[in-house]
Antibody, heavy 123, light 107 residues
C-alpha cells in the first residue's frame, strides 16, 4: 500500500521560504508511471495544484506560483520536496503531497494523497 | 486556465435519497475529469476518473457521466458516510484545476 507523509515547519514568517518534504513508502519516486505533486487548500477553501516533478527530474508548475516554487526529488531517500519563497499570509494553507498516476497519454489522476500539513504564515 | 464551476454549493439530502452534483468546465475537457470526496480533516479520496470510471474500491452507488463541458456525479442512495465535500478536477490542460466543491449535507 502506497503511503505519503508530509513533514516540515507548521509556522513560517512572512517573506521567508516555506519548505516541506513528502516521504513515500510502498512505492518508488523513480517509477516512470507517476508524477509527484503538491496541492494546497487554504482553510475553508478549495484545492489548488502547485506543481509536479517526474522521475527524470522534469517539473511543471502552476503559472500562478511559478516564480516562487521549486519542487525537487531525492531518489536515494524516496522523497520529494517543495520550496515556496517570499510567502505571505495568502500562502497559509494545508499542503498535500499526492501521487499523480499516468494511466494513459495525457491522462493523470491523483490516486494517493498524504494526510496534509497545515502551514501558517505569520510573524 | 480552465475554470471548473460546481453546483450547487450545498446540497441537502436525506439518507437513502439520490444526490446529483454538477460540474461545468469553461472549455471542452473531453472526458478528462475526476471526482474526489473530502471529509473534514482528511485528504481528498479519488472516486471517479475518465468522467465515468470508478476508482478501485469505490461502491457502485457512485457514478459519473458527461463529456466536453458538462459533467455529473450521482450518488444513487446516500449512506451516512457519503456526507462530505465533493470536488471535480480537470486534467485535460495545464494547470490542473479543481472546482470549488459541493457540500453534501444531511437534510
Amino acid at each position: 500500500q502506497v503511503q505519503l507523509q508530509e513533514s516540515g515547519p507548521g509556522l513560517v514568517k512572512p517573506s521567508e521560504t516555506l519548505s516541506l518534504t513528502c516521504t513515500v513508502s510502498g512505492g518508488s519516486v523513480s517509477s516512470g508511471s507517476y508524477y509527484w505533486s503538491w496541492i494546497r487548500q487554504p482553510p475553508g477553501k478549495g484545492l489548488e495544484w502547485i506543481g509536479y516533478i517526474y522521475s527524470s527530474g522534469s517539473t511543471n508548475y502552476n503559472p500562478s506560483l511559478k516564480s516562487r516554487v521549486t519542487i525537487s526529488l531525492d531518489t536515494s531517500k524516496n522523497l520529494f520536496s517543495l520550496k515556496l519563497s517570499s510567502v505571505t499570509a495568502a500562502d497559509t494553507a494545508v499542503y498535500f503531497c499526492a501521487r499523480d498516476w499516468i494511466y494513459g497519454y495525457g491522462r493523470y489522476i491523483f490516486d494517493y494523497w498524504g494526510q496534509g500539513t497545515l502551514v501558517t504564515v505569520s510573524s | 486556465e480552465i475554470v471548473m464551476t460546481q453546483s450547487p454549493a450545498t446540497l441537502s439530502v436525506s439518507p437513502g435519497e439520490r444526490a446529483t452534483l454538477s460540474c461545468r468546465a469553461s472549455q471542452s475537457i473531453n472526458s478528462n475529469l475526476a471526482w474526489y470526496q473530502q471529509k473534514p480533516g482528511q485528504a481528498p479520496r479519488l472516486l471517479i476518473y475518465g468522467a465515468s470510471t470508478r476508482a478501485t474500491g469505490i461502491p457502485a452507488r457512485f457514478s459519473g457521466s458527461g463529456s466536453g463541458t458538462e459533467f455529473t456525479l450521482t450518488i444513487s442512495s446516500l449512506q451516512s458516510e457519503d456526507f462530505a465535500v465533493y470536488y471535480c478536477q480537470q486534467y485535460n490542460n495545464w494547470p490542473l484545476t479543481f472546482g470549488g466543491g459541493t457540500k453534501v449535507e444531511i437534510k
